[in-house]
């Protein structure tokens, strides 16, 4: 199951381009919680403590346990999206979605796949089909990944959304028959067609008969 991480937060006052700089440089990342179980506020965390917790997550689906400064009590919330700075690195915003603990939740799971050498060495090669699940779930139950052992697939065999196992309390409404992995006959190449016999070649210092002359056109008659 994903981990439920304590997290603190500030209510954020600072606003504008210079002040959201400034934030940053401060070592802070500017922050929104929204969602039905929690008013929408603006907030910051520590930059390193939601790098760290991001950089050592098995998944995209990150609970957290909000502590904001001056509220009685903590926001359970999803983080729903994470802004990054490509050009110089590190992170630019987060948005956080706040959700109850009898809330069901929806997320996209990753589907990791073990056998794969063991299912390949019966001469196929496998197809990754479906790389990650929609589940619904309590938050508690979230889980970071869903294992699927494909090596007791045969050439020609596939294994489906049926056949996965899923955690106590989660579910999907994908259906049981879309495939997730498949382990396909290997590719035989073509055998490239034998080469025409050549024809032969013309005897030296012969060329191809010259095609006859048309018969010049008859000279009309001449006046009487």
Known sequence: M????????????AEGT?????????????AVIYGKKHSNAKVEVNSKTFTAIIEHSASDNILVNLKIDGEANDALALVQEVQHDY???????????AVAADE????????VLSGIEAAEKKGGKLEFVLHSLEVHCL???LPESIAL?????NVGEATHVSE????????????GDV??????????????????????????GKGAPAAKAAAPAAKPAGKK
């Open 149 to 153: 052992d494909v090596s007791y697939l």
């Open 87 to 97: 050009l110089r690195g590190g992170i630019l915003h987060v948005d956080f979605h």
């Open 2 to 13: 994903a981990k439920i991480l304590d997290l603190q937060a500030k209510v954020r006052t």
């Open 139 to 141: 938050p508690k139950d």
């Open 179 to 204: 495939v997730v992995a498949i382990l396909k006959e290997p590719l035989v190449a073509e055998e490239a067609p034998a080469p025409a016999a050549d024809a032969k070649a013309p005897a030296k």
């Open 18 to 30: 210079s002040a959201v700089k400034r934030l940053r440089k401060a070592g802070s990342i500017p």
């Open 104 to 111: 069901d939740i929806h997320a996209s799971v990753p589907v």
């Open 164 to 175: 996965l196992t899923l955690p106590e309390g989660v579910s999907t409404k994908l259906e």
